[in-house]
């Protein structure tokens, strides 16, 4: 190691990840309620510090993995968060990332390993630190991306309805949306496809379920809800 930074202080970097969920109609957040310190007992995201040979992005997919059993996830960063108080401990500097993930598929005694939940979006509890900043941000980052490219799909079953699709975007806009006029733009992309298969659980007629088709969306690339 090199002597050029030893007059410079020195302080700890972090990352803290926002994970998302879509389960049930209702968009959640994975939360810890802490079981160490510092803040024991209380409520946040899951986070950890980046090591020596580590890039941050590779530490963001670390703790996402140590918490969910998860890789080749979405992913994006949400942003720096420096505030020199921020941190009771220590001076640390956290990078937020987003992911969002199928409920379905994630490792559940892990979870529980950590003593994580999964909490309604509009039901999230006091939170330590700055994490209520950063799930904003969060939201807000989603939102834009979710707009104009096909992030939400992460969240869905590989196989759903037009309903739960909607239901899903509603959730992600905290809006309604018109249902005529949300299926009229699902039409116009061939990257949705209709399936022959028929989701019966909630009537007797049953709704089709469609997919999303990766290399079709390539080819077209025009996402717009």
Known sequence: MTAYYKINPKFYVSVDCIIF????????????KRNFEPAKGEWSLMGGFVQEEESVDDAAKRVLRELTGLD??????????????RDP???????????LINVNEYDRKLVEK????????NEIPELIFDHPEMIVKARELMKSQASDNP?????????????????????????????RNFRKRVATMDFIEKTDLIDKTNSKRGAYLYK????????????KL
């Open 21 to 32: 969920g879509f389960d049930e109609g209702e968009l959640k957040l994975l939360l810890l």
């Open 72 to 85: 080749h996830v979405f992913m994006e960063q949400v942003g720096t968060f420096g505030n020199t108080k």
């Open 89 to 99: 401990g220590e001076r640390v500097i956290s990078i937020a990332y987003y992911a």
């Open 114 to 121: 950590h003593n994580a939940y999964w909490i309604n979006i």
């Open 151 to 179: 992030i939400g799909f992460n969240l869905l079953p590989e196989l759903f309805t037009l309903t739960q699709m909607q239901s899903l975007y509603e959730a992600i806009y905290g809006e309604q949306m018109d249902k």
């Open 212 to 223: 999303f088709n990766d290399k079709a969306y390539c080819q077209e690339s025009r996402f």
